[in-house]
């Protein structure tokens, strides 16, 4: 049988490669130019600096995006921290036994529960039962516990794609397994780590399951004051806004959703610059 020719199909998969990628990439970029189109016009100084009035008809959005800028914050001081030493600890120190294993499987696991599953966890754990209430205090660890398995998992695969030599080449120099880690394998590993919590960073700030049990109000007038408060936040706020509100013009609705677009990308835009600074000093 007549094998096929390679220059064919090489250029049918790269046919295929380049219409799966603007098959995702044409949707998404025609989302994002119908909400800058309608939403810019209503992207005002006020517009980003007042409170809501006459029930969310009119006013800014002000409350909301220090809301979601606190609960971002709040959950990636206890996400990053707790998640980038776990994965250190399961990939550098734990035993590769069945207990591992399974504890591996169940983080991989993890990242695929629903959010709203999360919001129920935080509100049974952190509001009712350690009586946080509703509150930045409960939403934060709440989103930080829904980042945790996608952090650990990246943070691990990014400390494995250290070639083992360079811990041999350490520990035969008289470097202790903490050294080693500390200065070889943690600065190699950086911008790896970086990606997972890249992506976890816009999840948190644009997720409204978790938030909507734990923390976010419909209406506040005013800023909070202490982690005990409620807030309001951006992906709840457009919500409200979208459904619940009657007669409330199209623009701002659009006008929401790109602060919230603009947030996200703001955020990502540092976290890619830090890490491609960090990957061009990588010599391997």
């Given amino acids: 049988m007549r094998r096929p020719d390679p220059r064919i199909s090489q250029k049918i998969a790269f046919a295929i490669l380049l219409l799966s990628t603007l098959f995702v990439l044409v949707p998404a970029g025609l989302i994002v130019l119908v909400i800058i189109k309608n939403g810019l016009g ?9 409170a809501p009035r006459n029930g969310m ?22 996400a990053i921290p707790l998640g980038v030493l776990s994965a250190i600890y399961l990939n550098e120190y734990a035993g590769q036994n069945l207990l591992t294993r399974v504890i591996k499987l169940a983080i991989i696991n993890l990242a695929g529960i629903p959010s709203v599953v999360y919001g129920l966890f935080g509100m049974g754990i952190f509001v ?13 660890l709440t989103l930080a516990i829904m ?13 494995a794609s250290v070639p083992q030599s360079f811990r041999e080449v350490s520990l035969s120099l008289g470097a202790s397994k903490w050294q080693t880690i500390r200065h070889v394998v943690l600065p190699n ?38 982690v005990f408060d ?55």
Avoid: D
């Fill in 57 to 78: 008809r009119e006013g800014g959005i002000l409350p909301a995006m220090v809301g979601t800028a606190c609960l971002v914050v709040g959950a990636m001081s206890v």
């Fill in 189 to 226: 590993s950086i911008p790896g780590i970086l990606t997972g919590i890249i992506l976890e960073i816009s999840r948190a700030a644009g997720e409204t399951a978790p938030i909507l049990f734990t923390v976010a109000a419909f209406y506040l007038p005013g800023l909070p004051t202490s």
């Fill in 230 to 284: 409620q807030v309001m936040a951006l992906p709840m706020h457009l919500y409200a806004i979208s459904t619940q509100i009657p007669n409330i013009e199209l623009e701002v609705r659009y006008a929401t959703a790109l602060v919230l677009l603009g947030l996200v990308f703001g955020v990502n835009s540092m976290a890619i610059i830090i890490r491609a600074k960090l990957r061009r000093k990588k010599a391997w």
């Fill in 147 to 159: 980042n945790l398995p996608v952090i650990i998992t990246a943070t691990r695969e990014a400390l």
């Fill in 128 to 140: 009712i039962f350690l009586k946080f209430g509703a509150s930045i205090l409960a939403g934060s």
């Fill in 42 to 50: 209503a992207v005002t100084w006020e517009f980003l600096t007042t």
